[in-house]
């Protein structure tokens, strides 16, 4: 008698589909539980505290940071990088498999899990100031995660998808990144005039100040437009913004309420650091790339060398594959198991959190990028194809040679 067996262990033995030519083509996704990690990611503040609870070493709370930004980078380093791809033929198969949308379900309510558990735990420890507000960073930190997880949420179709995403960005209170990065960012990413995208010579500090209240400025301004085209003030209660920062301004009711006034200082850390995770994503993933404009002034398509890739296993698979972030942005609507791997693409130096760690000293990270962004085939040393910061354009001109640049283009500074 024939043993049963469900649909996930059909799925674990592969997806089979037919080449063009009657070649039969069979995949198998070997990191098909390795994704796991994603979902377990926002829970590792809980490890911290754990530690904490049993041994009373306050370092012990800033156990993520040690994790993520020393440990993930070596990590990424040993196991090295992933090029494979699923094949073109199997791909809709792969993306209609429910496992993988189910994880991106499943994580939505840890996030809720994290800010509450850690909320809990700031209060009824005996905490230093410093190790109250390290606790609220932590979990700030993963929180960037939500970011994430609403990037990939709310580039889907389904109303469920877009609800969840709604709901989890309002977990670090940034309910206009979906409207920003969709209509705005994608549209307009690698150009001067993209509030998402980092400018050749400009560090991760300018970034940051002109990123965070661009993106909100131009979400606004979208919501707003698509209100008024129904005849509604911007402030009418279909606002999506509004919607989700009405549930932030819930869950921050509600941790006051339940565990005191410190919460302000808390939610405070918490929500700016899950910024900061943002920013710093935004920051590497299109560094100096630039698409061209044509004669009448609109950019070219975008195409998978206008972002800065990274196949490192570990660090992809704790971020839902963020760092195939080229194939991304040429295929937006994609799930993140079948995004693929091209030749020739800028690369990173590491996965996102060694990167970070790059990004966070300005002089090392020019040492270093500027040399790999002009060396890009598509680029070969022409500063005309990049997205330069007019405040470091004499600098750079006078770096890399005022011969391989022609007038100033304009942009916005």
Same mark, same amino acid.
Request: hydrophobic residues 40%.
């Given at each position: 008698?024939?043993?049963? +067996?469900?649909?996930?262990?059909?799925?674990?033995?592969?997806?089979?589909?037919?080449?063009?030519?009657?070649?039969?083509?069979?995949?198998?996704?070997?990191?098909?539980?390795?994704?796991?990690?994603?979902?377990?990611?926002?829970?590792?503040?809980?490890?911290?505290?754990?530690?904490?609870?049993?041994?009373?070493?306050?370092?012990?709370?800033?156990?993520?940071?040690?994790?993520?930004?020393?440990?993930?980078?070596?990590?990424?380093?040993?196991?090295?990088?992933?090029?494979?791809?699923? /094949?073109?033929?199997?791909?809709?198969?792969?993306?209609?498999?429910?496992?993988?949308?189910?994880?991106?379900?499943?994580?939505?309510? !840890?996030?809720?899990?994290? !800010?509450?558990?850690?909320?809990?735990? @700031?209060?009824?420890?005996?905490?230093?100031?410093?190790?109250?507000?390290?606790?609220?960073?932590?979990?700030?930190?993963?929180?960037? !995660?939500?970011?994430?997880?609403?990037?990939?949420?709310?580039?889907?179709?389904?109303?469920?998808?877009?609800?969840?995403?709604?709901?989890?960005?309002?977990?670090?209170?940034?309910? +206009?990144?979906?409207?920003?990065?969709?209509?705005?960012?994608?549209?307009?990413?690698?150009?001067?005039?993209?509030?998402?995208?980092?400018?050749?010579?400009?560090?991760?500090?300018? &970034?940051?100040?002109?990123? =965070? /209240?661009?993106?909100?400025?131009?979400?606004?301004?979208?919501?707003?437009?698509?209100?008024?085209?129904?005849?509604?003030? @911007?402030?009418?209660?279909?606002?999506?913004?509004?919607?989700?920062?009405?549930?932030?301004?819930?869950?921050?009711?509600?941790?006051?309420?339940? &565990?005191?006034?410190?919460?302000?200082?808390?939610?405070?850390?918490?929500?700016?650091?899950?910024?900061?995770?943002?920013?710093?994503?935004?920051?590497?993933?299109?560094?100096?790339?630039?698409?061209?404009?044509?004669?009448?002034?609109?950019?070219?398509?975008?195409?998978?060398?206008?972002?800065?890739?990274?196949?490192?296993?570990?660090?992809?698979?704790?971020? &839902?594959?963020?760092?195939?972030?080229?194939?991304? +942005?040429?295929?937006?609507?994609?799930?993140?198991?079948?995004?693929?791997? &091209?030749?020739?693409? /800028?690369?990173?130096?590491?996965?996102?959190?060694?990167?970070?760690?790059?990004?966070?000293?300005?002089?090392?990270?020019?040492?270093?990028?500027?040399?790999?962004?002009?060396? !890009?085939?598509? =680029?070969d040393g022409d500063l005309d194809k990049v997205n330069i910061c007019p405040r470091a354009r004499a600098s750079i001109l006078l770096t890399h040679g005022r011969d391989r640049m022609s007038e /100033?283009?304009?942009?916005?500074?």
């Amino acid at each position: 008698m024939q043993a049963p +067996h469900s649909r996930d262990t059909d799925r674990m033995r592969g997806y089979t589909a037919s080449a063009a030519s009657g070649e039969a083509i069979h995949y198998v996704d070997r990191k098909r539980w390795l994704w796991i990690l994603s979902v377990l990611f926002p829970l590792q503040p809980f490890l911290g505290i754990a530690l904490h609870a049993a041994t009373g070493n306050e370092l012990w709370i800033f156990l993520g940071l040690f994790l993520n930004y020393l440990v993930s980078p070596i990590v990424d380093m040993i196991i090295g990088e992933d090029t494979n791809n699923p /094949p073109e033929e199997v791909v809709m198969q792969l993306d209609r498999d429910p496992y993988y949308r189910r994880l991106t379900y499943a994580i939505v309510p !840890l996030h809720f899990v994290t !800010l509450i558990g850690c909320a809990w735990y @700031a209060t009824v420890a005996d905490l230093s100031i410093g190790a109250f507000l390290g606790l609220g960073m932590m979990a700030g930190m993963v929180a960037g !995660l939500a970011i994430n997880t609403g990037h990939e949420l709310g580039h889907k179709n389904s109303r469920l998808e877009k609800t969840l995403s709604k709901l989890v960005l309002a977990v670090p209170a940034y309910g +206009h990144f979906s409207i920003d990065h969709n209509r705005g960012h994608h549209m307009s990413v690698a150009t001067p005039e993209d509030a998402a995208s980092s400018r050749m010579g400009e560090s991760i500090y300018a &970034f940051a100040r002109r990123e =965070i /209240p661009g993106a909100f400025k131009r979400a606004w301004a979208f919501e707003r437009q698509r209100l008024a085209n129904r005849g509604r003030s @911007a402030w009418h209660p279909d606002n999506q913004i509004l919607q989700s920062w009405g549930l932030s301004l819930l869950i921050a009711a509600g941790l006051i309420a339940t &565990f005191g006034w410190p919460m302000v200082p808390f939610l405070v850390v918490h929500h700016a650091f899950a910024y900061w995770q943002l920013t710093s994503a935004n920051y590497i993933e299109h560094y100096g790339l630039r698409r061209v404009a044509d004669d009448n002034g609109k950019p070219e398509r975008c195409q998978p060398h206008h972002s800065w890739n990274s196949n490192h296993v570990f660090s992809n698979l704790v971020l &839902f594959h963020l760092e195939r972030h080229s194939d991304h +942005h040429a295929h937006p609507l994609r799930r993140y198991q079948s995004l693929r791997h &091209f030749e020739n693409l /800028p690369q990173l130096p590491n996965g996102y959190f060694g990167t970070y760690l790059l990004a966070y000293v300005p002089w090392l990270w020019f040492r270093v990028m500027d040399r790999r962004l002009l060396n !890009l085939p598509h =680029i070969d040393g022409d500063l005309d194809k990049v997205n330069i910061c007019p405040r470091a354009r004499a600098s750079i001109l006078l770096t890399h040679g005022r011969d391989r640049m022609s007038e /100033p283009t304009i942009g916005t500074v």
